[in-house]
């Protein structure tokens, strides 16, 4: 069974930095592709950003592109987001996903496994 473990959220002021780490176990890491996504309150899930299972394709949310970025260590079964530049309207509960499709998805059905959440706060 996958496992993913995500750690790294917290409060912080509008135009600091979060750096969010996700954990993986129990799946063949290298070939999942990996999301973060986030879930503020009364809202929607929403896609944040994504990378493939080389690292070569990533794709993100017009929201954040820019300010977020999305990095994998395979090695370490590990996938990362750096938040800068943050903004209030990033406070929510950020998750992280994996999926079998090859291509990166911004569709949270098309994730087959999923975190616990961290909560990140940005206060303005």
């Known amino acids: 069974q996958v496992q993913l473990v995500e750690s790294g959220g917290g409060s912080v002021q509008a135009g600091g930095s979060l750096r969010l780490s996700c954990a993986a176990s129990?799946?063949?890491?290298?070939?999942?592709?990996m999301g973060w996504f986030r879930q503020a309150p009364g809202k929607e899930r929403e896609f944040v950003a994504g990378?493939?299972?080389?690292?070569?394709?990533?794709n993100y949310a017009d929201s954040v592109k820019g300010r977020f970025t999305i990095s994998r260590v395979n090695a370490k079964n590990t996938v990362i987001l750096q938040m800068n530049s943050l903004i209030s309207e990033d406070t929510a509960v950020y998750y992280c996903?994996?999926?079998?499709?090859?291509?990166?998805?911004?569709?949270?059905?098309?994730?087959?496994?999923w975190g616990q959440g961290t909560q990140v706060t940005v206060s303005s």
């Open positions: 129990g799946g063949s890491f290298n070939y999942f592709t």
């Open positions: 990378i493939s299972w080389s690292g070569g394709g990533t």
């Open positions: 996903a994996a999926s079998w499709i090859v291509r990166v998805s911004t569709t949270r059905a098309q994730y087959d496994y």
